[in-house]
Structure formats: structure tokens, C-alpha cells
């Protein structure tokens, strides 16, 4: 089981919303909801249609992703509003997934997921967390202080690249 495991869910109460957010360890349960939001979040780049089909499986969590990865679900007063997956099994730990639902972003929730992720990576001592990213999301990824560092092949499509960024912790 992932050492996410171990860490409690978080509540605070939002400054921009005065909603009550909990920070928590994704389930089974979740996948579907989860899913959902990261192909809605795709979608707000205004990708086509074939496109969508092509992301969709890499965007499908599942409860083995569950299982092998370590992950934090965003909730505001109950309802998912985003989620992050991060491997932690390798030489460098490796942000998989990070989304917020359409009607939850401009709310700091993407920050709050990249920086419970990254407090993640770092209290099991990596040294980095490296992302590859949709080039829509670049700009936020250079505000959490990321930077690009080459690029990789996309998990849709082998012929596409990708930015390949990477934080120090």
C-alpha cells in the first residue's frame, strides 16, 4: 500500500470560498468521479473529439493506479474537486495526474494538490518531481517553481512529445 496511506485526511476552511476542503487519500470508490474530472479538465482546452478518445485511457483511473500509486483527493464541502496520483516507486518520484474540475479552478485547489504532492515526495526523500505536462498547464507548473528540463513521449500517443518538467524539493 502506498504510504499516502498512512497520512490523515486534512480539512481547512477556504479563504477565497469559506467552504470547508478536505485533502484525503483516494479509493476504489473514487475512480469513476476522478476519471470524470481529469477528461472534463482535458476538455476545457478545447481538444476535439478524436482527441478526447485518445487521452481518454491514459486519463482513466483505475483501482490498480489507486493501489500503485500515491494519491490526494481535493473535496469542497463534499463534492470531489480535484485529485493528484503520484508513483513514488522509482529512482525519482513522478507526478502521473493532476486535475481540478472545470468549475473548481481559479480556487488555489491545483496548487494545493501539487503542494501536498510535492510535501509527499519529499518526506520520502526524492530529490525531485519531475512531470510530464500538457502544454496548457505550463504556466502553472513554472509558478509551483518547476522547471523544463526536456521532453518524453506522451502515453496517448508514442510519435507525441511532451514537456518534460522537474522540481527541486
Known sequence: MPSSAIIPTVSWISLKTDAVI???I???ADCPALTEIALAAKAFWQYSDAEMQRFAPALTVTESLINDWESGVLEEADDIAGFYLLDCR???AELMLL???PLAMGKGYG???FRAAAASARR???AHLDIAID???EGFYQRMGAR???WCRALWNSAEELPRYRLKL
Open 99 to 101: 486535475y481540478v474540475a
Open 148 to 150: 523544463q528540463v526536456g
Open 26 to 28: 483516494a479509493t476504489a
Open 124 to 126: 520520502q526523500r526524492y
Open 22 to 24: 478536505a485533502l484525503r
Open 111 to 113: 496548487r494545493a494538490l
Open 90 to 92: 522509482a529512482a525519482e
Open 135 to 137: 502544454p496548457h498547464a
